[in-house]
């Protein structure tokens, strides 16, 4: 199957943000032999991160793979096989996940290191990945109270807040609990940390920080496990960097003991 018979296979099955791209990109795929990732994000008046969706949305590992698939039909190489889409582990969506959110892990583990309290919210799915780390926060000897309606998020948020920290856990971004308990939060003056797979989404835009997962949704819907073994893949990664303490103050720490 070729490069292009393989984007149009699996462009219906695409979020619409992903279909906008492949669309475009079926318009000439030879700029993607020719042009960078960023360079065509911005030609399709998109994001590098939206791209590399689209590619892998349509079974590509990601933008490189596709521009080597690209790059061997035009100098005469093999049609390229059809790459499965629903039966393949979950390395690439954990990798991709991982490397979204890694800018701004550090950031994230600092506000859970400095908070006395930590609120958790999620809906579904994602308030059990809630109540996951909930019992681990417990493990690191913070207080942990995971929120499941306005009543909860109110005794949450009553004063005195200095010291709270609310982690916002939504896979669409659209699920309004969140959003409100976000937002209600920031009205209160506590920050907030937000895991979601639509950096553009509203609960996105309005977190202090964002940890950004890189789940394609198989056909199967929502109810596919692949988003929550991302999202406790940042976790662990969160985590990982609570308990290593801030790298910022052992720098200055090292340089101190040196004078």
């Not at 681990?136 to 000897?141: D, E, P, V």
Request: hydrophobic letters at 40%; one cysteine or more.
């Amino acid at each position: 199957m070729s490069v292009r018979n393989t984007l149009q296979t699996y462009l219906p099955v695409m979020r619409p943000s992903e279909a906008e791209v492949t669309r475009w990109l079926l318009c000439d795929l030879g700029i993607v032999a020719e042009k960078t990732l960023r360079d065509v994000a911005a030609a399709c008046h998109s994001s590098d991160t939206t791209v590399v969706r689209a590619c892998r949305a349509a079974g590509f590992d990601g933008f490189q793979d596709l521009k080597y698939h690209v790059l061997r039909e035009l100098t005469g190489g093999a049609a390229i096989k059809p790459t499965r889409l629903v039966e393949h582990g979950y390395d690439s969506d954990i990798s991709a996940s991982v490397s979204a959110s890694n800018g701004t892990l550090d950031k994230a583990a600092r506000l859970i290191r400095g908070a006395s309290r930590v609120a958790l919210v999620g809906v579904g799915a994602s308030y059990g990945i809630a109540l996951v780390l909930t019992d681990i926060l417990f493990t690191l000897r913070k207080q942990a109270l995971p929120l499941r309606d306005a009543q909860t998020l109110g005794f949450a948020l009553t004063p005195p807040v200095k010291g709270l920290v609310l982690v916002a856990i939504s896979h669409s971004g659209g699920s309004q609990f969140p959003l409100s308990a976000v937002l209600e939060a920031k009205a209160a003056g506590v920050k907030s940390i937000g895991i979601t797979n639509e950096p553009g989404s509203e609960l996105g835009r309005a977190v202090n920080v964002l940890l950004p997962t890189q789940t394609v949704e198989r056909p199967a819907g929502s109810f596919a496990i692949a988003p929550r073994i991302c999202q406790l893949a940042v976790l662990d990664q969160l985590l990982a960097r609570v308990q290593r303490g801030d790298p910022q103050k052992k720098k200055t720490g090292q340089r101190n003991n040196t004078h």
